[in-house]
């Protein structure tokens, strides 16, 4: 059993102690953070492989998973005997070194990177979390986004039960107090009994001393991977990482599925009937491109879309050029379908991103620029169309179109490969409230007007869902026409839900 410090200046390696340090530095956000783009909840990885190291397998499976979350990393590790926690603010690479992976010993890890969508970027609620159970301990890592968070704290609330931890306001660690519920035999039992309790979406890894598990929602809204290693196997968020760590691919982890890996093997419990509405826009930007959903390739769908939308919203154009990275496979297939050549038109700064450096006001102002350059003697004269993978509030398309026109483009046609983005997301995606949204309130016309482009087109609904060749009904599309799978209370979410509740005071008790 351990507790976790974060050390000034040094990433926090699971101590006894009774001092929690506030951390000294946290990544600033996008540098345009005006328009930053959609966020994923978080990256999660688990192993199970006596005689691995499994600190390092776990190191290079969230290197895989970094896109899904860049605040803040973490691994805990157990030997059989006792879990050891290190996690701090900052990328990966910047928060694990050979010296500290070495320390991390054992044959069972749980791995976490962070993007938060319920509750601060704050050292305390980054993952693994960490509690005291009746039978050792639980180091739990979440991918989602919990929609009944003040119903469960409120259940958590004067439980009797062991030590509490650093003050957190994450709904993940609201789910592992009740994992950690002291009249629980197991942790296995602990979940078993909470899991039908919970409601939005939750892709966990976790472990105790003994067994590395795995959970999915019953709508299995966030992916959720399992594999075999030649001496074990492994629990990811997208399969990319699997093939990172040199893991075969499995299966899926089912919705409403809790599996369980230990010495004796692997088991399989379910606590909820499956009600499958996978997260369409994993296909539109979240996942890696190396990715495969539910039997298709990630990049095969991008281009796909791309195919459809040329046929959709056809252009008089001269060239086909991506928004890097995230528009570059539909536009591919955008170049295929129009016969219209491809090429590059926007070089990307592979090193602009999240920093321990704030960076100065003039660099911010400068916004989308520090990431993107157009390529002047590419652009100069010509009918452009430009491919991106979405518009949230339209600042990022519009220092685009000004700077393609800036570069000498004849005319800048934008061609999006999701639909207009209308609703906000409560299972994950950090997306802005609807008031924010661009398309939350203005037609596709004044959109267009709004970026100053010659033309606009989004792919259609119907022909984003058949790229994917999955059926419409086992999709989440909420964000895009505000059928929401499970009713939600916008007034009940928010980030920041449990440091803006009414009931601090219960908050900072229970938790």
């Known amino acids: 059993m351990c507790r976790c410090v974060r050390v000034p200046g040094w990433a926090g390696l699971a101590q006894y102690t009774d001092h929690v340090i506030e951390p000294d530095g946290r990544p600033a956000d996008d540098t345009d953070r005006a328009d930053p783009p959609p966020r994923d909840a978080c990256g999660v990885f688990g192993v199970w492989s006596p005689g691995e190291d499994v600190a390092k397998l776990t190191y290079f499976g969230l290197y ?3 896109h899904r979350g860049q605040e803040s990393a973490g691994i805990a590790v157990s030997d059989g005997s006792r879990i050891m926690v290190f996690k701090d603010m900052g990328l990966v690479a910047q928060v694990f070194s050979e010296s500290v992976l070495s320390t991390l010993t054992g044959h069972i890890a749980v791995g976490h990177c962070r993007y938060s969508t319920t509750g601060a970027s704050t050292w305390e609620n980054a993952q693994p979390t960490f509690r005291s159970t009746a039978s050792g301990s639980l180091a739990l890592g979440h991918n989602g986004n919990l929609i009944n968070t003040l119903e469960l704290a409120a259940m958590v609330e004067g439980a009797a039960g062991a030590w509490r931890g650093p003050v957190s306001t994450s709904d993940t660690d609201v789910l592992t107090a009740l994992f950690a519920d002291s009249a629980a035999a197991s942790v296995a039992d602990g979940a078993l009994a909470a899991l039908p309790l919970v409601r939005g979406a939750f892709s966990l890894v976790f472990m105790d001393e003994k067994m590395l598990y795995a959970a999915r929602d019953p709508q299995g809204f966030r992916p959720l991977v399992l594999g ?8 990811a968020s997208e399969t990319a990482a699997l093939d990172i760590v040199g893991a075969t691919f499995v299966r899926e982890v089912e919705p409403g599925e809790l599996i369980a890996i230990g010495e004796q093997g692997l088991s399989s419990s379910r606590f909820a009937p499956a009600q499958p509405r996978g997260c369409l826009f994993e296909y539109v930007y979240l996942a890696r491109p190396d990715t495969t959903i539910s039997g298709r390739s990630v990049q095969a769908t991008r281009v796909e879309v791309g195919r459809r939308l040329a046929i959709e919203h056809p252009a008089d154009a001269d060239l086909v050029i991506p928004v890097p990275e995230s528009g570059t496979p539909a536009a591919i297939g955008y170049a295929q379908a129009s016969g219209i050549p491809y ?3 926007l070089v ?6 999240r920093t321990f450096i704030q960076p100065s006001q003039t660099i911010r102002e400068r916004g989308i620029r520090l990431k993107l350059n ?11 169309v430009v491919v991106d993978d979405s518009i949230v509030r339209g600042n990022t398309q519009r220092a685009i179109v000004a700077m393609l026109r800036e570069a000498g483009a004849a005319q800048v046609h934008v061609r999006i490969s999701s639909p207009p983005v209308s609703w906000p997301c ?4 950090d997306f802005a409230t609807r008031a924010e949204l661009i398309a939350g ?10 970026i100053g482009a010659d033309s606009l087109g989004f792919i259609s609904l119907a022909g984003l869902i058949g790229a994917t060749t ?3 009904a086992s999709l989440c599309r909420a964000c895009f026409d505000g059928d929401y799978p499970i009713p939600v209370s916008e007034r009940e979410q928010g980030k920041h839900l449990l440091e803006e509740s009414a009931s601090g005071e219960m908050v900072t008790g229970l938790l």
Request: aromatic content about 8%; hydrophobic content about 45%.
């Open 348 to 353: 990307k700064n592979s090193y602009v991103g």
């Open 374 to 384: 157009p390529l002047r003697s590419v652009i100069a004269g010509q009918r452009v």
């Open 64 to 66: 895989a998973l970094q």
């Open 343 to 345: 090429g590059q038109g």
């Open 470 to 472: 999955r059926p419409a």
């Open 228 to 235: 075999r290693l030649a001496r074990g196997w492994a629990v």
């Open 441 to 450: 309130s203005l037609s596709v016309a004044e959109i267009q007007a709004s």
């Open 426 to 429: 409560f299972y994950g995606i």
